[in-house]
Each structure stands twice: as structure tokens, then as C-alpha cells.
């Protein structure tokens, strides 16, 4: 995730943001990244020994974690040993990003102006916000609405009555009517009395050749992006939430959910009304039959349907 376009971020030192840790080393936090992509003076979290790999490689400065876990972490890295690593992890990411945990109006929108956007065609009651790009020969459909700093690649097309925020899309695209895309996810931290609200900072990336069908949503990443993979086809009414990420040369059949922060391989084929938990790992060559229900990670050129889901040919022993 490349320094982040969408949310302002506010100057505050480590100290300030956990005041009850005494013995950190103060500086001034340029960003809150997951592990993998996490650099010097940045935070980052680790909450479950699934993370292990990427925790042993991390380069973060400091990572929120808690006593079970934090050997993995390399010695460099200093350790915010808390009980609640993703309550932490949202207040911090309150601190840095103060507007994160909301979608505020764009109070910027207006319509386009057609001497900056000579190349692109707009329907009717179209509204851009500040800083948007749009390629050439793209088309944006009637009633559609482009949030400020998005951008369109060339030759793409946005339907009716689309909603896109928080989005950086490639080349050839197309989205047709009536999707939602880079809006806050559905996540919250449970407490006695209330929901602590988890700020959402990343972004939603479609690379090149993507098309997604009507009434599909698409929810930005939390704290890594929710990203769409080249020449990957969406059929109507898929749901794909927080940090998402779906391979290239994939076919996603109508109605399937996809939870958070699970990862798709490349040439994954889905059918209808599938549901895929979240923070699994799903290989390459998969296929997935309508109407299953993926509880566990699924290896390359599995074949697997069923509730819970299991191989093709099991599956088809026990239901004959």
C-alpha cells in the first residue's frame, strides 16, 4: 500500500498515541501498515499465529501484540503488548487517521468540467470530486458519482448510478449500474456497552480488463487494500469486503460473499451463492460450486462444493 491519497493523516508521535507505555521510544509515525508492507518508524499488528511467517519478515518499528504471540517478531521490532490487539490497533489508527472511521460527505462534487475531461463521456447529473482522474475514452453513466481522488484508467466505463470512493481502477474496466464501491467495511470492536467503530484507511485497487456486474459491492481495505486481480469477471450482486484479495483471470458467479482479508489465487472459479469466511487462503485453478460454504483454506486445483465445503468427490459419495 503506497502512501495513502485518501485520508488525511495527522502528525502525532508514538508516545502520544499509547501514553500508558512508558518505556517507548518516541518518534513521529508515518503510517500504520500490516505486517508485510510495514517500514521503519511505521506500526503495524500482530494478532494471530496465522500472521507468523509474515510477522518473523516484518520491518515495522513497533507492532501492537500480545504476550502469546510477540516471539515471532524479529528483535528489532518493539513490541506494544496489549489484551485486545485489534481494539489497540483501532484507536491507533484513530489517532493517526482522525476521520478514518466514517464516510463523510464529499462536499467537493460538482459537475465535471468538460474542458479538463476533453476525452470522456459523461450522462446526465454526473458529480466528480476534487483531484479525480479519468483516462480517455471512458464512459461515466447517468446519476453516477465520483468521489474526490479516485482515479480511472483510460477506456473504461462506469454504469447508472454507481457510487466510487477510495478507488484507484486500471484499464479497460467496466462496472455497470448501480454498484457501491470503496465504501467503510463492516467492522467494529465488541465492548460491554458499545461498538468501538475500527477506522477502514485502505483502498479498493481494480486492475486492467476487470468487469463487475450490477449491484455489486465493494468495501475498501482497513489497514491493507481489497484488491481485484487483471482480467477477473464479477457477476451481479457479489459482496467482497475489507482487504479482499482476488486474483487475476478469476469468474465470480451472482450473489457469492466473500468475508474479509481472505486472499484468491488466479484462474479461481466460483458459482452462485457461495459464501467464503474470512481470512482464509484459497489456491490457484480452484473451483468452488454454487451454494457451498468455504470454512478452511482450499490448496491449488482443488475442486471442492458442499456445507461445509469438501472435494467434488466426496462430496458427491455422500449425497447419492
Given at each position: 500500500?503506497?502512501?495513502?491519497?485518501?485520508?488525511?493523516?495527522?502528525?502525532?508521535?508514538?508516545?502520544?498515541?499509547?501514553?500508558?507505555?512508558?518505556?517507548?521510544?518516541?518518534?513521529?509515525?508515518?503510517d500504520?501498515?500490516?505486517?508485510?508492507?510495514a517500514?521503519?518508524?511505521?506500526?503495524?499488528?500482530?494478532?494471530?499465529?496465522?500472521?507468523?511467517?509474515?510477522?518473523?519478515?516484518?520491518?515495522?518499528?513497533?507492532?501492537?501484540?500480545?504476550?502469546?504471540?510477540?516471539?515471532?517478531?524479529?528483535?528489532?521490532?518493539?513490541?506494544?503488548?496489549v489484551?485486545?490487539?485489534?481494539?489497540?490497533?483501532?484507536k491507533?489508527?484513530?489517532?493517526?487517521?482522525?476521520?478514518?472511521?466514517?464516510?463523510?460527505?464529499?462536499?467537493?462534487?460538482?459537475?465535471?468540467k468538460k474542458?479538463?475531461?476533453?476525452?470522456?463521456?459523461?450522462?446526465?447529473?454526473?458529480l466528480?470530486?476534487?483531484n479525480?482522474?479519468?483516462?480517455?475514452n471512458s464512459?461515466?453513466?447517468?446519476?453516477?458519482?465520483?468521489?474526490?481522488?479516485?482515479?480511472?484508467?483510460?477506456?473504461?466505463?462506469?454504469?447508472?448510478?454507481s457510487i466510487?470512493?477510495?478507488?484507484?481502477?486500471g484499464?479497460?474496466?467496466v462496472?455497470?449500474?448501480?454498484?457501491?464501491?470503496?465504501?467503510?467495511?463492516?467492522?467494529?470492536?465488541?465492548?460491554?456497552?458499545?461498538?468501538?467503530?475500527?477506522?477502514?484507511?485502505?483502498?479498493?485497487?481494480?486492475?486492467?480488463?476487470?468487469?463487475?456486474?450490477?449491484?455489486?459491492?465493494?468495501?475498501?481495505?482497513?489497514?491493507?487494500?481489497t484488491?481485484?486481480?487483471?482480467?477477473?469477471?464479477?457477476?451481479?450482486?457479489v459482496?467482497?469486503?475489507?482487504?479482499?484479495?482476488?486474483?487475476?483471470?478469476?469468474?465470480?458467479?451472482?450473489?457469492v460473499?466473500?468475508?474479509?482479508?481472505?486472499?484468491?489465487?488466479?484462474?479461481?472459479?466460483?458459482?452462485?451463492?457461495a459464501?467464503?469466511?474470512?481470512?482464509?487462503?484459497?489456491?490457484?485453478?480452484?473451483?468452488?460450486?454454487?451454494?457451498s460454504?468455504?470454512?478452511k483454506?482450499?490448496?491449488?486445483?482443488?475442486?471442492?462444493?458442499g456445507?461445509?465445503?469438501?472435494?467434488?468427490?466426496?462430496?458427491?459419495?455422500?449425497?447419492?
Amino acid at each position: 500500500m503506497i502512501k495513502n491519497i485518501f485520508f488525511k493523516k495527522k502528525n502525532i508521535n508514538l508516545k502520544k498515541i499509547f501514553p500508558e507505555k512508558k518505556n517507548l521510544r518516541n518518534f513521529l509515525v508515518k503510517d500504520i501498515k500490516p505486517l508485510h508492507l510495514a517500514n521503519k518508524n511505521e506500526i503495524s499488528f500482530f494478532d494471530s499465529i496465522a500472521y507468523k511467517e509474515a510477522a518473523e519478515k516484518t520491518k515495522a518499528s513497533v507492532c501492537i501484540t500480545n504476550k502469546k504471540i510477540e516471539k515471532f517478531l524479529p528483535k528489532k521490532t518493539e513490541k506494544i503488548i496489549v489484551n485486545n490487539v485489534l481494539y489497540e490497533l483501532a484507536k491507533a489508527i484513530k489517532a493517526v487517521y482522525p476521520f478514518s472511521d466514517l464516510d463523510l460527505n464529499d462536499n467537493s462534487l460538482t459537475k465535471p468540467k468538460k474542458n479538463f475531461y476533453k476525452n470522456v463521456s459523461f450522462g446526465n447529473n454526473v458529480l466528480i470530486g476534487k483531484n479525480v482522474i479519468i483516462g480517455k475514452n471512458s464512459e461515466i453513466g447517468s446519476n453516477s458519482i465520483i468521489e474526490s481522488n479516485v482515479k480511472i484508467g483510460k477506456n473504461s466505463i462506469i454504469g447508472y448510478g454507481s457510487i466510487i470512493r477510495n478507488t484507484i481502477i486500471g484499464e479497460n474496466v467496466v462496472i455497470q449500474d448501480n454498484c457501491k464501491i470503496g465504501q467503510k467495511g463492516f467492522g467494529f470492536i465488541p465492548l460491554n456497552k458499545k461498538n468501538y467503530k475500527f477506522p477502514h484507511i485502505g483502498k479498493v485497487v481494480i486492475k486492467d480488463n476487470v468487469e463487475i456486474a450490477s449491484g455489486c459491492t465493494i468495501d475498501r481495505g482497513s489497514v491493507d487494500d481489497t484488491i481485484i486481480g487483471e482480467n477477473t469477471y464479477i457477476d451481479n450482486q457479489v459482496h467482497i469486503a475489507h482487504n479482499v484479495q482476488i486474483g487475476s483471470n478469476c469468474m465470480i458467479a451472482g450473489q457469492v460473499g466473500f468475508a474479509g482479508s481472505s486472499k484468491l489465487g488466479n484462474n479461481v472459479k466460483i458459482g452462485g451463492q457461495a459464501g467464503i469466511s474470512g481470512h482464509l487462503k484459497i489456491g490457484n485453478n480452484v473451483k468452488i460450486g454454487g451454494g457451498s460454504g468455504v470454512v478452511k483454506d482450499v490448496n491449488d486445483n482443488e475442486i471442492i462444493m458442499g456445507y461445509p465445503a469438501k472435494p467434488l468427490k466426496e462430496f458427491l459419495k455422500r449425497n447419492k
